[in-house]
C-alpha cells in the first residue's frame, strides 16, 4: 500500500488588518481545498466569531495548560493576549495528505520553521502602512489604543518580511489568492517522496 503524499506547510503571517483571512476566503472561494487552522486564543470573541468557529475561545488557565501540556505547534503573546495552533489537527491534516495554512503572526512563524524546516513561510504586506491603518480602522473591532498597538506591531513585523520564503501585496485579495495557490503547488512539488 503506497503512503499517501504527504501535504504542504504553509504559514500566512503579515500584521493584523492586512487581510489575511480575506485573502484565504477568496483562496477557498476559487475551490482550493486546504485545512485552514484554527488557532487557541485568549482575547475576547468579535462579534459573529464564536458561531463561525474561528477561534477557540479559552482562558489564561485553559491556554496555560496546553503550553504546559506541549499541545500547541507554536505560541506568542500579541498586544497582551495568548495565541498558539493546537498541533494535533495541524499533524493529522498534513499526514492525510492536505495542506495546511496558519494564519499566523511573525514570532509564532519563526517557531514554526524552527521546529519544521520544510514549512513555508509566507508574508503579505500591506500596499503601504497608511492604507493598513484604513484597514484597520474600517474593521471598527478595536478601540484605538488597540489600533494604535496593532499599528506600532505592523511596522516591526513588516520590517522582518525578509526573513520569509515569499512576500506577497494585498492588494485585490483574488490575485493575492492566485499568488498563494501557485506557491502551495510549487511547495507540494519540492516535498519529499515517501
Ligand atoms: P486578531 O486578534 O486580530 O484575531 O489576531 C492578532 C494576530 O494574531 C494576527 O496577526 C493573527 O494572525 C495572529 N494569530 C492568530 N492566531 C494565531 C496563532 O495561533 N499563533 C500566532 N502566533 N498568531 C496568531
Redesign the pocket.
Known amino acids: 500500500m503506497t503512503m499517501p503524499e504527504r501535504g504542504a506547510l504553509i504559514v500566512f503571517t503579515g500584521?493584523?488588518g492586512v487581510g489575511?483571512g480575506t485573502v484565504l476566503d477568496a483562496l477557498e472561494a476559487s475551490g482550493a481545498h486546504f485545512f485552514r487552522s484554527v488557532?487557541?486564543?485568549t482575547?475576547a470573541p468579535r462579534p459573529g466569531e464564536e458561531e463561525r468557529g474561528a477561534y477557540h475561545f479559552m482562558t489564561v488557565p485553559e491556554f496555560e495548560r496546553l503550553i504546559a501540556e506541549d499541545r500547541l505547534l507554536?505560541?506568542?503573546e500579541?498586544v497582551g493576549?495568548y495565541?498558539?495552533?493546537p498541533a494535533a489537527p495541524v499533524d493529522e491534516a498534513l499526514r492525510e495528505g492536505t495542506d495546511v495554512i496558519?494564519?499566523?503572526?511573525v514570532?509564532?512563524a519563526l517557531q514554526v520553521r524552527k521546529k519544521r524546516p520544510d514549512a513555508v513561510l509566507v508574508f503579505l504586506l500591506p500596499p503601504s502602512m497608511e492604507e493598513l491603518e484604513r484597514r484597520l480602522r474600517k474593521r471598527g473591532t478595536e478601540s484605538e489604543d488597540k489600533i494604535r498597538r496593532r499599528l506600532e506591531k505592523a511596522s516591526a513585523e513588516c520590517a522582518m518580511s525578509d526573513a520569509f520564503d515569499y512576500k506577497i501585496i494585498s492588494d485585490v485579495p483574488e490575485l493575492s489568492a492566485a499568488r498563494l495557490a501557485e506557491i502551495i503547488r510549487a511547495a507540494r512539488r519540492s516535498q519529499p517522496t515517501n
Open positions: 500584521p493584523s489575511k488557532s487557541a486564543t482575547r507554536e505560541h506568542a500579541y493576549q495565541y498558539g495552533t496558519l494564519e499566523i503572526e514570532q509564532g
